[in-house]
């Protein structure tokens, strides 16, 4: 599903605050306690929220990511907005490490009237949009392709990527943790952005608002590995101090 503006500010307000109950979802956005139950029903049915008896709280799984449709689907204009920061930020004729994540394949998209770029990827769904900018050498690794969202993952694509020292990498994540960590579900596709990492000059990270306090399996890496991050929203607490400590430039997207 793709929710509309309210569903889209239930979701962020049930993952602000971790739970809450139907009556103060009501009141919150002043609708009928009926309104809520059909929105609620809805998100739960899509995997985006899990329902108790009288209220809602966000999905407890650190082992397995929503969907790559409903992700799709999730903060677009957000990410958007993030994607358009970046673009503005990548110099013509750079060369750029991109990984997994529908914030990436935004940022893809407002890349299609730069040039000279030299994009090295694991995701398919990157190779695909920048392939028709022309004035784009697009290069994809090697390795298995995931099905559910056209990423590749898995040692082969680690050892190409470990060919190549980029200007820039930009990557996605699943979750940031109060104690610094950059996480995510997949270990192999996490084995694969650490190389991104490592083969970057600058690493930029693109996050939109929903992924802070977001709990993962797999620790990809440490904000002081960054040198930008960019979203949608101001951070919350402990995040501002965390980047300042980190030497984290922040972008928050106009």
């Not at 992700?71 to 673009?87: F, N, S």
């Not at 040692?155 to 990557?171: C, H, L, P, S, Y």
């Not at 579900?185 to 992924?211: C, G, M, N, P």
């Amino acid at each position: 599903m793709t929710p509309n503006p309210r569903q889209a500010e239930l979701l962020d307000a049930v993952r602000a605050q971790g739970s809450l109950s139907v009556e103060a979802l009501a009141e919150r956005f002043g609708v009928t306690l009926q309104t809520v139950r059909r929105d609620v029903k809805l998100l739960a049915e899509a995997g985006l929220l899990a329902r108790f008896h009288g209220g809602v709280r966000v999905p407890s799984s650190t082992t397995e990511n929503i969907a790559y449709r409903q992700r799709e689907a999730l903060h677009a204009e957000g990410k958007q907005r993030i994607a358009r920061a970046v673009a503005a930020r990548v110099p013509q004729g750079s060369s750029l490490l991109m990984n997994l994540g529908t914030t990436t394949e935004a940022v893809a998209r407002e890349l299609l009237k730069h040039q000279g770029l030299r994009v090295i990827t694991n995701n398919l769904n990157v190779a695909a949009i920048l392939a028709d900018n022309p004035d784009c050498e697009v290069i994809v690794t090697g390795g298995v392709v995931r099905h559910r969202d056209r990423g590749i993952v898995g040692e082969a694509a680690v050892d190409f990527i470990r060919q190549f020292k980029v200007d820039i990498g930009i990557i996605g994540i699943s979750g940031l943790e109060p104690d610094g960590t950059l996480r995510d579900f997949d270990y192999r596709e996490v084995k694969v952005a650490q190389a991104i990492v490592t083969q970057s000059r600058e690493v930029w990270l693109v996050a939109d608002h929903s992924k802070f306090m977001r709990p993962a399996m797999v620790e990809l890496a440490r904000l002081d590995q960054l040198d930008m991050l960019f979203t949608d929203a101001p951070p919350p607490e402990p995040f501002p101090q965390l980047l300042l400590d980190a030497g984290v430039q922040l972008e928050v997207a106009p």
